[in-house]
Structure formats: C-alpha cells, structure tokens
C-alpha cells in the first residue's frame, strides 16, 4: 500500500513578517523605490494581503498592482516603470518615453507611452498613453535605467508618429552618442518603410536633411566658396592649402585667416576627427592663425551670413585686403 506523504509547513518554513519586508525593500531599491504584486508573491505575501497592505496604506498605491515605498524619490524612470508595470508583462515604453530614457531632451509634461502589443484594456491615468501598434519589427525591450524601452531606432520612427518636429534633433543625438549608426538608422527605415507607417516620412526627412550637410564633391565645394566669395567682393582663398603644417579647406590669401567647412560625417561623428580638429585648431591658434568654422549648409543656404562673418574677421585681421567700397 502507497502511502501519500503530504508537506505541512511549520512555522518556520514561512518567512516571518519581518524577512517579508526585508524581500521587498531589497527588491524595490533595485527599481526605483517601486513593488509590485508579482515581487509580494515571491516573498510570501497573498493577494488579499497584498491588496489589504495597500488599502491599509503600508505602502504607497499608485495602480492596482503597483506601489511605491513611502519616502522613495519620484522619478522620470520610476514613473515611467510604474507604468509598464502596471500595463502588463509585456509592455515597454515607447515614443516619446524611451527618446527620454535614451537621453534625449523632451518637454516636462510629456504623457508617459506604453506600447502594449496585446489587446487587454487597463485602466491607466491620461498621462499614460497606451501605444498599440500595428507594426511589431524590432519590439524586444532594452533596459534603460532598469526600465524595458523600445530600441533606438524603433524609438526614432515612434517618435516621428507622435511628434515629427523632433526628429532631426534626437536623430543627430543618437548618432552623435553612438547609441546608433547612420547605417543602422537606414536599416530600420528600410525594415519598417511601408503604406500607412507612421513615423517613416519624419524619419526620412531627418536623414535626407542629414546627409544634405555631408560635405559635397571637392570641386562643388570650392564653386560655391568662390562664387560666394566674387559675390560679396572678398579676396581670394587658396583650397587645401597648407598652414602650420596642417592642411586646411580655405586659406584667404595673403592672410593668416583659415576657413573650415564642417560637415557630420567627417566632423562631428568620428571621434578621432574631433581629437584631430581640436589639435590642429590649437597649434594654428599658436602659429597666429584665426580659424573661421562654417558647415556645409551654411555656405549653400545662406551664404550671404557666411559672408558677413568672413568680411568681419578680415576687417579685423586684414583691412588692408578690402577697398573703401567694399569694406563697409
């Protein structure tokens, strides 16, 4: 005859009220002064009590299923994991959320965005927006400040469907960071261009502006230096001439005034370039050179301010160079 044996816990098998405590405390400083429903099970904790601590007011309830230490600091990132927590176990942030918690600069009154890729309904505050996209390429949640968000960018085509404007400034953000490549930004616009996207056309718009300021061909480069130069009567520039042993974009001639036209790939995201111009900058300050720094789109788009600012540093350093006529 079998005889079933069956485990009755003493009371020592239980954790005691106290070791609870001690579980969760531990628990929520490894998330932002936050617990959840799902933590008070692991320690031990029922439902019923879980609901009757919050009812009690042990803890401080801000959703269902959610709480907050008393005395935990607020947080954008605790708000922001209250949020998905309490959304349910597979949402992440999104749009608006994650461009924040990949650290670029968004409005204090930004509603919180959630994409949740399940149908449930939740009963979450206006200031958290339930995101519920058709589109589910590239979903898998990246912590951010131990906060599960949308990847780069993902986060970049999101963003351009919430708030177009945006998008060329957080664009440049991430790639001056080197959260993303260029490369990997046209990839997701790839993957994701389709009839309907929302987001595509913002994000598009941003790159195409972007490789608009890549510095052109040599030679349309100094076309439109010299033309801008024979328009507004400035003296003569000598291209990739050589000062101080460096090589330069423009040395006006029969001066010590260099010009540098910058452009994003070549300047401003690599970093070794940027090590390099930073030297070079400073061992032409100490041989007596003044160095003027214009982009690309500068000198295409309004080059009439470009040439304001070169006739006021010749003005300065090389009078001799401007008639009485052209000098004013």
């Keep these: 005859m079998t005889v079933a044996v ?12 106290v070791v609870k405590l001690q579980l969760l405390d531990a628990f929520a400083r490894r998330h932002h002064g936050l617990i959840n429903a799902d933590a008070a099970l692991a320690a031990c904790i029922s439902r019923s009590t879980w609901y009757r601590a919050l009812a009690s007011n042990q803890f401080e309830s801000l959703y269902p299923n959610v709480a907050r230490l008393w005395g935990a600091a607020e947080t954008f990132p605790q708000r922001a994991l209250a949020a998905v927590w309490a959304a349910g176990s597979d949402a992440l942030t999104s749009h608006r959320t994650s461009a924040c918690l990949w650290g670029i600069e968004r409005p204090a009154d930004d509603p919180i965005d959630v994409i949740l890729p399940m149908r449930a309904r939740h009963a979450l505050p206006p200031t958290v927006v339930i995101q519920r996209p058709r589109d589910r390429r590239d979903l898998r949640p990246i912590m951010r400040c131990q906060v599960p968000t949308t990847n780069p960018m993902r986060m970049l085509l999101d963003l351009g469907a919430v708030d177009p404007d945006a998008v060329e400034a957080a664009m440049i953000a991430v790639m001056s960071s080197k959260v993303a490549s260029p490369a990997a930004i046209r990839g997701a616009l790839f993957r994701h261009a389709k009839k309907g996207r929302r987001g595509v056309t913002a994000l598009r718009g941003a790159l195409e502006s972007w490789l608009d300021d890549e510095l052109p061909p040599d030679s349309e480069l100094e076309a439109a230096m010299n033309m ?24 006006v001639v029969g001066t010590r005034i260099v010009i540098e036209c910058d452009g994003w790939g ?11 111009d930073r030297l070079r900058d400073a061992e032409l300050v100490a041989a007596g050179y003044t160095t003027i720094h214009i982009t690309w789109r500068q000198l295409k788009a309004a080059p009439d301010e470009v040439a304001v ?7 300065r350093w090389a009078p001799h160079l401007l008639s009485p006529t052209t000098g004013t």
């Design 6 to 17: 069956v485990f009755r816990p003493t009371q020592a098998d239980v954790p005691s009220r």
């Design 228 to 251: 801008m130069l024979r328009l507004h009567r400035l003296p003569a520039v000598q291209f990739h001439a050589i000062a101080a042993g460096f090589e330069v974009d423009f040395l």
């Design 266 to 276: 070549s300047h401003g995201l690599n970093r070794d370039q940027f090590e390099f």
């Design 309 to 315: 600012r070169l006739r006021r540093v010749i003005t």
